[in-house]
């Protein structure tokens, strides 16, 4: 069965400055897709950013980058130039062929003034 | 315009008491579910539907029913409430089984069963 794994409960960064989220994950599938979701304090689950198995090319999002390592099973997210607004839960996320989204147990983001 | 749109926003009752929760999306969407995340935050899958129909049934209690009257609807009822149940619960909706451009999630809805 997949799992996904996000090792760092909690990671503060000072505003303005970078940081990287790490999720790694298992599976013995070929083709499935990788998620980062973000939960700030309201709640809301927002989509920050996907990546295609298949594609080598790393995903970006304005501030928002992956650094995606198949081989490695490594699907990290960097957040460049940190705003307050960043601050929030994030979850890693897999979706393969079973027609399930697997979650991490997610990353609170605390950004520093 | 929202996209997918859940009520109530909060539910307060009491144990033994039966409850619904509606979800709608106006995306096109083919594709529903429903989650459960507890208080560490862990998201649960609980139901999924692709064009009205059941795929994903996840090991719930019968006390959860989900309906799923047309592919824009998702409801889910719960019977005979336990304190286990408070939590905060999340409908989602994404176009195709594969979800592969991600799925658009509700605000949630937070159970609390005193």
């Known amino acids: 069965a997949q799992t996904v794994t996000q090792s760092q409960p909690e990671m503060s960064v000072q505003e303005a400055e970078t940081v990287t989220l790490s999720c790694t994950y298992d599976?013995?599938?070929?083709?499935?897709?990788l998620f980062w979701y973000k939960q700030p304090p309201s709640r809301q689950m927002i989509l920050v950013i996907r990546?295609?198995?298949?594609k080598q090319q790393n995903a970006t999002e304005n501030r928002f980058s992956v650094n995606f390592q198949k081989a490695a099973k490594s699907f990290s997210l960097k957040i460049s130039d940190s705003q307050l607004g960043d601050a929030a839960m994030y979850f890693c996320?897999?979706?393969?062929?079973?027609?399930?989204?697997?979650w991490g147990a997610g990353t609170k983001l605390i950004i520093k003034p | 315009d929202t996209a997918v749109s859940q009520t109530p926003k909060y539910l307060v009752t009491q144990m033994g008491n039966d409850k619904s929760i509606k979800c709608e999306q106006n995306?096109?969407?083919?594709?529903m579910y429903w989650y459960k995340q507890d208080s560490k935050k862990f998201l649960k899958i609980m139901f999924s539907?692709?064009?009205?129909?059941?795929?994903i049934n996840e090991t719930v209690p019968n006390r959860f029913s989900p309906k799923s009257p047309d592919k824009a609807h998702l409801n889910l009822h719960i019977n005979s409430l336990e304190l286990g149940d408070s939590a905060v619960y999340f409908c989602?909706?994404?176009?195709?089984?594969?979800?592969?451009?991600?799925?658009?999630f509700g605000s949630g809805t937070r159970l609390t069963v005193v």
């Open positions: 995306l096109g969407h083919d594709t």
């Open positions: 989602a909706s994404s176009q195709g089984v594969w979800g592969a451009n991600g799925y658009t």
């Open positions: 996320a897999y979706r393969g062929s079973n027609y399930q989204l697997i």
């Open positions: 599976t013995s599938e070929s083709d499935y897709y």
């Open positions: 539907y692709n064009n009205k129909e059941l795929i």
């Open positions: 990546q295609e198995a298949y």
